[in-house]
């Protein structure tokens, strides 16, 4: 089976890209982020005729996950337990679903971009962090040999050869030590992020700005990622990360990250 995540940059803006891509890489689950849509205005139709069911949680024009899956859906959960709120007045914004797709429990996640170090959006980041983890804490916890795949923007750079240039981002968020020990929470709860064990290469990004010919130049972030727990660490026998995706009219600013899985 082959699984991947994607940060779309808004589903109706690249329906088309994406699934073109699906069909051309024959993935058989995608965990989508920031499709900037309510659920109804989702567009399910293309998806379908290409032969995928879709899961999707939004609720205005910013943030969105979704999962397209052609190998069907069970137990599908909008929000993972213990998910904080934010706003005023606060509202669980839709950055998670999970559901199990051809036996494994999939989560297309799209964690909170944290703004600047002194803004209330960091702390409920590093909040939103330490909620998920307690939640994978407890899937692992309840069943040893459970399959989860924790997919999505992860808006944390972990080394700093996840940055382009460690030196302008110092001070600021992605790379601070709070969020990586954050991100670094989920190893030390049992999972495995698979796509670094399968790709170390230092300055493999998986992210470039709009600006300033941030991809020509290759001035990017590798902060899309899956955190897998042992039983489906040990399926996983290759990753891709799509640069390919990046180019060309049209293209969102994440690329696809693709997990090769056998039986």
């Known amino acids: 089976m082959r699984i991947a995540t994607w940060n779309v940059n808004s589903v109706r803006s690249r329906v ?29 139709l293309p998806f379908e005729a290409a032969g995928y069911e879709v899961e999707h949680l939004g609720l205005n024009q910013w ?7 052609r190998v069907g859906f069970e137990d599908v959960e909008r929000h993972f ?15 998670a679903i999970g559901a199990t ?13 944290g703004r600047e170090l002194d803004h209330p959006h ?10 998920l983890e307690e939640a994978a804490s407890g899937w692992l916890g309840a069943d040893p040999e459970a399959q989860v795949a924790l997919m999505g923007d992860w808006n944390v750079a972990p080394l700093d050869s996840d940055v382009w240039d460690p030196a302008l981002f110092v001070g600021k968020t992605h790379v601070s030590p709070a969020e990586r020990d954050a991100f670094a929470a989920f190893g ?5 992020e698979v796509t670094r064990e399968h790709v ?6 998986t992210y470039w700005d709009y600006q300033q010919l941030a991809f020509p130049k290759n001035k990017g972030l590798r902060i899309d990622f899956a955190w897998t ?16 995706e990046r180019k060309g009219k049209g293209a969102s600013d994440h690329v696809p990250v693709i997990l090769d899985l056998v039986d």
């Open 101 to 113: 797709c051809g036996g494994v429990r999939v989560w297309s996640l799209y964690v909170p971009n």
């Open 16 to 44: 088309d890209r994406v699934v073109s891509w699906l069909e051309r890489t024959d993935t058989d689950v995608l965990a989508i982020q920031e499709t900037k849509c309510k659920d109804e205005q989702f567009p399910m």
């Open 200 to 205: 170390p290469d230092e300055n493999r990004y």
């Open 122 to 131: 960091y702390a409920y980041k590093l909040e939103w962090l330490a909620r």
């Open 229 to 244: 727990t042992p039983a489906l660490r040990s399926r996983v026998e290759g990753v891709v990360i799509d640069r390919e």
């Open 188 to 192: 030390a709860a049992g999972y495995t």
């Open 63 to 69: 943030n969105g996950v979704a999962i397209a899956s």
């Open 81 to 95: 337990p213990g998910q904080p709120a934010f706003g005023d007045p606060a509202v669980v914004e839709p950055r």
